[in-house]
């Protein structure tokens, strides 16, 4: 079970990306500063130039279950190189059974919780301090992969705390038989997608950047490289990239960052 502290939640729930309201070390953990505005974030290679509020989505699902652990480690050296004035949070996807008195998680057939959310205790942002940095350590220390994903749950609930950067790491898995994809499929999951995060007919632009990390191997369905390509790539970043076994050893040993990456982040 996770844990639970007084300012901080580990909470399941259900959550549509249609409906959401829009307002106006490793090579992951790499942070520019960019002058007096908010500061960059990259997580293994990718990067985007200014974000102030900052939420990580991961796949929980037992599809996880050999790269989670490096995950969360990435993840937490990630945070830990934010500057005490970003808020951040962090939302892990999967299927699981609901905890004693949590709501239903709303699955169709049966009381699923969707996802488990690391914010404060009023399901806003944390500042990225030390005292949030070490509790963030001590709940992703006891998360356990499990049952199955689907990636617009934890789209949907990112992108309600309406941040200026999303960074989504799954390893999806092969799936066989007519209807064969992941979660509702690739095509629900882009038309819910836009639909929550618009571009913007003036500026050409989305409101959230949402950079994608695939681990292992490519997404079979294409949907980690579709949601990369079309709300990731901005000003000449690129939004997807795969980490291959190689990268991942790379990682672990501190090898420099282009050792390894399935797709060069700087393309």
Do not use: C
């Not at 169709?108 to 070490?134: E, H, I, P, Q």
């Not at 799954?170 to 999951?189: F, K, M």
């Amino acid at each position: 079970m996770l844990p639970s502290a007084s300012d901080i939640v580990g909470t399941g729930g259900s959550s549509s990306l249609a409906g959401i309201g829009r307002g106006g070390g490793g090579v992951a953990s790499l942070v520019r500063r960019n002058g007096s505005g908010p500061a960059g974030v990259s997580f293994a290679g990718l990067a985007t130039k200014r974000a102030q509020r900052v939420v990580y989505v991961v796949d929980g699902s037992g599809s996880m279950v050999t790269s989670l652990p490096f995950v969360i480690e990435e993840l937490l050296r990630s945070v830990d190189r934010l500057s005490a004035s970003q808020r951040f949070a962090v939302v892990l996807f999967r299927n699981r059974p609901p905890r004693p008195g949590e709501p239903d998680g709303g699955e169709a057939g049966g009381n699923r919780a969707k996802y488990d959310v690391f914010a404060s205790a009023d399901g806003t942002m944390l500042l990225a301090d030390d005292r949030n940095k070490r509790r963030l350590r001590d709940w992703a220390g006891r998360l356990v992969p499990r049952g199955i994903s689907n990636p617009s749950d934890g789209l949907a609930r990112a992108l309600s705390f309406n941040p200026d950067a999303v960074f989504l790491l799954a390893r999806s898995i092969r799936r066989s038989g007519p209807n064969a994809g992941w979660g509702v499929g690739l095509g629900e999951i882009m038309a819910e997608l836009d639909a929550a995060n618009p571009l913007d007919a003036k500026t050409q632009r989305r409101r959230t950047v949402i950079k994608t990390i695939q681990f292992i191997d490519e997404d079979p369905t294409g949907t980690m490289q579709r949601i990369g390509n079309e709300h990731g790539s901005a000003e000449g970043e690129s939004g997807y990239t795969l980490l291959t076994l190689p990268a991942l050893e790379a990682l672990e040993h501190d090898l420099p960052a282009e050792v390894g990456l399935g797709h060069d982040a700087r393309m």
